[in-house]
């Protein structure tokens, strides 16, 4: 057995969770270009998300009545793309009424909008306790991805290929988007300058609004596919947001592939430490960040931005 | 009257009330529903709040990864306490230096930078240092903490002083609270205080006026750090402990809070101020209801939406409601 194979269950699993922390900061990076806001908050919509799915996958039928038992009968998988796709639109009309307050902190100190987002995130945390308990909970995955297989004598997770599948075809939908719809160029252009855009006639603080959406529900799809992984405990949100805000400076702000690779990176970096010394996997991430940093000002594919005055 | 070189005076009127309440602390507290111990918070975090102050509000410098410097002076004096058995008052000696040390060596790593990637560099820095807290076991405790670190009984000739007693630390915690407030006024209306104001304006302009940018910077987050280390040094002695938690994301937020609370950009006394505000209402919030923090995120929310200057700033605001508009213009717009 070859030193190669060995590690192939490690690599799957670091481009998984790769993949899934470069979803999670194309979220962010979108809002910081368009808004030039450190969304602290978006951790806790990543954990929101995933604790919306859980209960729209197995929400409390006796309370729901005759049509609970209805929907109860659906098979699993069924109830589960019915969470895939409902649950991130509840975090984007959360993230629609956080970028509403956000408004008033425009134009003023960067400091206010962020310590606005802290606040909302306190605030989402707390209730996620005081509604679900801050015991470890289960987000149900359908019976058809879970489970494993032997391949060259190592284990292979089937969730982790399908977590690494997923990601990967949700950034890809992001960056089709992004590049070929009218949208997506609107997205930019407000990100280039959103005076011209404004002058263009275009409604600025709509676009603002449905970025704002648009990544906080990137931020809930990362989260129902991670949480399974990792559990859902009221304070996963930070365990994704650290990684996510990592991957942005190493991949420079605004860059979207520079998001991808460096997650892509992080994930590795991660998964291999994770393969000889599972406690220090963390730290890896971080010193691979002050290493780059130290050679690469602006992060690995950043160019000079406004965002650094 | 004495003063600096950019004219401020040494001792202020401000300054006088405010040692006036902080040692008369103990003689009223009780009367109002207060305790000894909270005064013991409330100091400390004041004087965690006023060096964090330095970078947030008069250098413009976002730090969210504070806390890193905090704990390790918590650290530093439970490690020279127990392992070295030192006095108390070496023990905070040696929180400084740790304070001090460790923000210096991040900040040759931060000091060329600035805006949002100074913000999250400084969130990488504070996690690895709260990451090893956690995983260094053998030095830290891991999260189960450093323990044992007892209040001691120190003998000056004749003079006894008993750290077991909470009004002893409280004066202790007073005094050097004082002195900071005093020795931190200095600083920021001496030249380098002036620099540092330089930098929060234009870091280009005052790089073209002359001023060594990314000196001012490192110093000043080593300043920031060492006062950090002192104030996590006697939350040690006073809770007996260090914990990894000091250090987390969520920690390093909250004295950005208190800063903010305050009105850290626009007044010197608004960390003080905001460190009272924040243990007062963690108190009064956290006796009344078990999730104080959802209570916390709320208010924080508002004050942002509608009084982001902080106490200080909503103060200055009702007294100009009753400043005839004349007296108004004559008074310079105070810079923090």
């Known amino acids: 057995m070859g030193m190669v194979s060995s590690l192939l269950p490690h690599l799957i699993n670091g481009l998984a969770l790769g993949l899934l922390f470069a979803l999670i900061a194309l979220g962010f990076t979108l809002i910081v270009s368009v808004m030039e806001v450190i969304n602290l908050a978006h951790g806790s919509l990543f954990a929101l998300g995933a604790y919306i799915a859980m209960v729209i996958i197995s929400p409390d039928l006796v309370m729901l009545g005759a049509a609970g038992e209805l929907y109860g009968d659906l098979p699993l998988a069924v109830r589960y793309v019915i969470a895939l796709v409902l649950a991130p639109l509840v975090i984007a009309v959360i993230g629609f009424g956080l970028e509403i307050l956000l408004r008033r902190t425009y134009g003023k100190k960067k400091e206010y909008g962020l310590l606005l987002t802290f606040g909302a995130a306190l605030v989402f945390e707390e209730a996620i306790r005081l509604v679900w308990g801050p015991a470890e909970r289960v987000l149900p995955v359908p019976p058809g991805i879970t489970g494993g297989f032997i391949f060259n004598g190592m284990i292979y997770s089937n969730y982790r290929i399908y977590a690494m599948v997923f990601g990967a075809a949700a950034i890809g939908v992001v960056w089709l988007f992004l590049n070929r719809t009218p949208y997506g160029a609107i997205i930019k252009a407000g990100a280039h300058d959103d005076e011209m855009v404004r002058a263009l006639g275009i409604n600025l603080p709509r676009l603002r609004m449905l970025v704002f959406g648009f990544g906080a529900a990137l931020a809930a799809v990362a989260g129902i596919i991670l949480t399974p992984i990792w559990g859902l405990r009221p304070h996963v949100g930070v365990d994704a947001t650290i990684p996510a805000f990592l991957i942005i400076v190493l991949g420079g702000i605004g860059s979207f592939w520079g998001a991808v690779f460096a997650g892509l990176l992080v994930g590795l970096v991660v998964g291999i430490t994770g393969a000889y010394a599972s406690d220090w996997s963390i730290l890896s991430m971080y010193i691979l960040l002050i290493v780059v940093l130290t050679f690469r000002s602006r992060g690995l594919l950043g160019k000079k931005t406004a965002l650094e005055l | ?336």
């Open chain 2, 1 to 336: 009257m004495l003063t600096s070189p950019t004219g401020a005076p040494i001792v202020t009127k401000a300054m006088l009330v405010l040692f006036a309440i902080l040692f008369t602390y103990p003689l009223w507290a009780k009367y109002v529903g207060l305790y000894d111990y909270l005064g013991i918070e409330i100091a400390i975090f004041a004087l965690y709040a006023l060096g964090f102050n330095l970078l947030l509000g008069y250098t413009g410098l976002p730090s969210f990864g504070h806390g890193a410097y905090f704990g390790v002076g918590a650290y530093g004096y439970s490690m020279a306490m127990v392992e070295l058995g030192t006095s108390p008052l070496v023990g905070l000696l040696l929180a400084i230096l740790a304070g001090a040390v460790s923000a210096g060596l991040v900040a040759l790593f931060l000091s060329h930078r600035r805006g949002i990637y100074f913000a999250l560099m400084t969130i990488a820095f504070g996690q690895i240092f709260w990451f090893l807290s956690i995983k260094l076991r053998w030095l830290t405790g891991g999260e189960d903490g450093y323990l044992n670190v007892l209040r001691p009984v120190v003998e000056l000739g004749s003079l006894k002083i008993d750290f077991g007693s909470n009004v002893t630390v409280y004066y202790f915690a007073a005094v050097l609270l004082a002195l900071m407030v005093m020795l931190l006024w200095r600083v920021v209306h001496s030249p380098f205080g002036t620099a540092l104001q330089a930098i929060r304006m234009n870091e280009v302009r005052a790089r073209s006026a002359g001023y060594n940018v990314w000196l001012v910077k490192w110093t000043v987050f080593t300043l920031s750090g060492a006062v950090a280390g002192l104030a996590g040094g006697l939350l040690a002695l006073t809770q007996e402990s260090a914990y990894p938690n000091v250090m987390s994301l969520h920690a390093s937020g909250f004295v950005v809070m208190m800063t903010l609370l305050g009105g850290g950009f626009v007044s010197f006394w608004g960390p003080v101020v905001g460190a009272a505000l924040f243990i007062l209402a963690r108190d009064i919030l956290g006796a009344a209801t078990e999730a104080w923090l959802l209570w916390y995120g709320l208010l924080f929310i508002v004050v942002m939406l509608f009084e982001p200057e902080g106490a200080v700033g909503a103060w200055r605001r009702l007294a100009g409601l009753f400043v005839r508009p004349a007296r108004r213009e004559a008074s310079p717009k105070v810079v923090p």
